[in-house]
C-alpha cells in the first residue's frame, strides 16, 4: 500500500485475522487503526463491517482485500476520484490484472469508468459510497469465509437504481 500509494489517504483501517503476517511492521509505522481477531470461522463480511461503521465515518470506503496488489501509483486516490464524479455508481471496483471471479473486471486500460453489465463485482479493490452503505446497510455476516457477501450487497445496490462500475485506472 506504502509503495503505491504513497499520499495521505484520511484514514486506514486493518482488519487482521493473522498474527504471522507482518502487518504489526507496518501499522506501527502508520497511523493506522487496527482491529484484531482469531475467531473461527473467518467472517469476511463481519471484519468489512466493523471498519466500514468504525466511528461513525460519515466517508465513502474503499475495501482493499488481503490478497489484492496495487498496480497504479495513487490508484486509490484514483479510484475515489472518479467514483465521486457519477454518483449513480454506487460501487465501483478496480480492474484485475490476473485472474477474477467476474471476467468483466479483467483489465482493458480503459481511462473511465465502465458500466458492469453482469450484476455483481467482485470486491477486490471497490469503492462504495456512503449514500449506498447508508441505504443498504451492513454487509450479511450470515455468509461465511469469504464468497457471496460481495454478490449480495451488489444486488442490493442494483435493486436501489445504483448502477455498478469497473475502473481500469
Not at 501499522?27 to 466500514?52: D, G, K, L, Q, W
Request: aromatic residues 8%; negative net charge; hydrophobic residues 35%.
Amino acid at each position: 500500500l506504502q509503495q503505491k500509494q504513497p499520499g495521505v489517504l484520511e484514514k486506514v483501517i486493518v482488519y487482521d485475522n493473522d498474527p504471522t503476517d507482518g502487518v504489526d511492521e507496518v501499522c506501527a509505522a502508520h497511523s493506522v487503526t487496527r482491529f484484531r481477531e482469531y475467531r473461527v470461522p473467518f467472517i469476511f463480511s463481519r471484519a468489512i463491517n466493523t471498519c466500514m461503521f468504525y466511528d461513525n465515518t460519515k466517508s465513502d470506503i474503499i475495501i482493499l482485500n488481503d490478497d489484492a496488489i496495487l498496480q497504479t501509483e495513487n490508484g486509490l486516490d484514483l479510484l475515489h476520484q472518479e467514483a465521486s464524479l457519477l454518483s449513480e455508481y454506487g460501487i465501483v471496483s478496480s480492474s484485475v490484472v490476473g485472474f477474477v471471479g467476474n471476467p468483466e473486471q479483467s483489465h482493458k486500460n480503459i481511462p473511465s469508468i465502465r458500466p458492469a453489465s453482469l450484476h455483481t463485482v467482485v470486491f477486490i479493490a471497490v469503492h462504495i459510497s456512503r449514500e449506498v452503505i447508508n441505504q443498504v446497510g451492513p454487509l450479511d455476516e450470515r455468509l461465511v469465509h469469504y464468497g457471496w457477501e460481495d454478490n449480495l450487497y451488489c444486488l442490493q445496490a442494483r435493486s436501489l437504481g445504483y448502477k455498478l462500475g469497473i475502473y481500469d485506472g
